[in-house]
């Protein structure tokens, strides 16, 4: 291992380790893009087949994630060609930084969005038009040219500070205070959400499955999509954390609670979301606007719903927050490799490329609104581009990595399982089920199948 290596960053503690993780993973895919997608996918039959990609496959590519990272203790590129050289496996970690600069670039204009509520729940709540009330305001909002912009480039500063501060006084100590504090709002707003007067209903739609929709494969690739997204897989994030890893930690514990605490969060959040919007009689497939236009409506109609509206939108920015951090540390580690550059010098020329590459997914609801690409605006044209090609595709190729381009023995030696039934199964799984499973929504997603 060279000197470089030696001086590595590592994490403070495992648990460190395991709520930056979570940190990863739980942000606006667990709130805003959750609650949204299951909305449109019907509810119940999505959450079921949501639930079993996370445990099919979601937990082992995470876990092959962990492995690749911890083993090789570099980033996402790297690490592939440390233990590939020469493969073509190595295009998962070329994958993975782009996707972290693609899913950046967008994730900061909502981020942004979501800064400029909270502010404007600071003051007392956003200044609606009675005529035309949220819709418009936030219509209004977003197809401005600078102020989007303005709260964008504050989210971008906010993650650029986090990650140039390193891995311990940074990330680490961040997430320490996030996810804790994340938890114990999550729960408070999910509990109050509950006495509105529309919870049956909301356990209802989340719990009660209608069965016509298994046989829709949109659910299928919305569910498999939304479970990437949400645990941040095949972006490379949890391989560059799994490098700053000492070889003594075990990883399948880990790798278990960090996927149980994302899917748990997720629930609440629809716990906390569907029982508000089914109190007040909103379709619950509103779409990315369930979040800026009904749900602020509905919080003027409370009693305490400046305090409701200021908590959600703090807890919304926070687990953004959380999530924009993991990926610049992708592409930053990879930059302070490459070009040997240290971590602050990384930290503000990536974030600043990714802020300007932002910038057109900004615009794109105003000046920029005739620009389409393949019929979505440019904002929706880059998630689908990162969530429905190159995250599955990374994943694909980690999954094969694991199961077909590295020793049997290699990989359930660095994994921590051990030639155990687990071990095996683990992978059984990325050897044959994972991969063709995202194959197969991979080419429903470009239209092949």
Known sequence: ??????????????????????????????????????????????????????????????????????????????????????????LAGFLGVASAFIILSFYGVIGGWSIHYFVQYLGGG??????????????????????????????????????????????EKWNKILMPGLAVLVILLAGYSLTLGGAAEAMNFMFSPDWSAFGNPQVYLAAMGQAFFSLSLGMGALITYGSYLSQKEKLPGAAASVVT????????????????????GIDPADGPGLVFITLPGIFESLNFG???????????????????VSLLEVATAYFMRRFAWSRQKAALIVGGLIFLIGVPSSLGNGILSGVTIAGNDILDSMDFLASNIFLPLGGMIIALFIGWGWKKADALDASDFGDTIWGNFWLYVLRYFAPLAIFIVFLNSIGLF
């Open 126 to 171: 956003p200044a609606v038009d009675a005529a035309g009330g949220y819709a418009d305001y936030f219509g209004g909002f977003i197809s401005q040219p600078l102020a989007p912009l303005f709260w964008q480039f504050l989210f971008m500063a906010l993650t650029i500070g986090i990650v140039y501060s390193g891995v311990k006084k940074g990330i």
């Open 306 to 324: 400046i305090i409701f509206g200021l908590l959600f939108f703090f807890l919304l920015v926070a687990a953004a927050i959380s999530s924009s």
């Open 261 to 280: 605490l994302d899917t748990v969060f997720a629930l609440i959040a629809g716990i906390m979301i569907f029982p508000a919007v089914f109190a007040f």
């Open 1 to 90: 291992m060279s000197a470089l290596n030696n001086q590595r960053e590592q994490w403070g503690s495992r648990l460190g380790f395991i709520l930056a993780a979570m940190g990863s993973a739980v942000g606006l895919g667990n709130i805003w893009r959750f609650s949204y997608v299951t909305g449109e996918m019907g509810g119940g039959a999505f959450l079921i087949i949501y639930l079993a990609c996370i445990l099919l496959i979601g937990l082992p590519i995470l876990m092959a994630e962990f492995t690749i990272g911890k083993r090789a203790q570099k980033d996402v590129v790297g690490a592939f060609q440390d233990l590939a050289p020469g493969k073509p496996y190595v």
